[in-house]
C-alpha cells in the first residue's frame, strides 16, 4: 500500500511558478512510476507529467513542454512538478499517482493504469 500526499499548491500571476511535491510513504519508492494529472472544472482529469521508477525517463503534455520539469528524491520518497511560466488554462486540481513496476523505463500516461493516488492540491493561475 503506498500513501502519496501532494503540498504546494496555491494562487499565483500567469507567468509565475509553483513547485508541487508528492510525498510517498509505503513501499520502496523506486519502485514505482509516478504521474502527474491535473482536472479543471467541467473537464476529464488529465494526464500532465510522469517520470519512470528509473528516473531516466520523463513524459509530458504538450502544452506543459519546455515549462514542467517533473523529478524525484529517492531519498525522501518525494516526487516534485516544477510548473514555470504558468498560463490561466493550467488552473485545476493537480494530483499524484504511482504505479507499482517491474519495468524502470517505461511511463505511463492513462489514468486507468495507476494504482495509487493523492487528494489533490488546487492550482490557481490568476490572469
Known amino acids: 500500500q503506498v500513501t502519496l500526499v501532494e503540498s504546494g499548491g496555491g494562487l499565483v500571476q500567469a507567468g509565475g511558478s509553483l513547485r508541487l511535491s508528492c510525498a510517498a510513504s509505503?513501499?520502496?519508492?523506486?519502485?514505482?512510476?509516478m504521474g502527474w494529472f491535473r482536472q479543471a472544472p467541467g473537464k476529464e482529469r488529465e494526464f500532465v507529467a510522469g517520470i519512470s521508477a528509473s528516473g531516466g525517463i520523463t513524459k509530458y503534455i504538450d502544452s506543459g513542454k519546455g515549462r514542467f520539469t517533473i523529478s524525484g528524491d529517492n531519498a525522501k520518497n518525494t516526487v516534485y512538478l516544477q510548473m514555470n511560466s504558468l498560463k490561466p488554462e493550467d488552473t485545476a486540481v493537480y494530483y499524484c499517482?504511482?504505479?507499482?513496476?517491474?519495468?524502470?523505463?517505461?511511463?505511463?500516461?492513462?489514468?486507468?493504469?495507476?494504482?495509487?493516488w493523492g487528494q489533490g492540491t488546487q492550482v490557481t493561475v490568476s490572469s
Open positions: 499517482a504511482a504505479r507499482s513496476t517491474a519495468d524502470f523505463g517505461f511511463v505511463y500516461l492513462k489514468e486507468y493504469e495507476y494504482d495509487y
Open positions: 509505503g513501499r520502496i519508492f523506486n519502485r514505482y512510476i
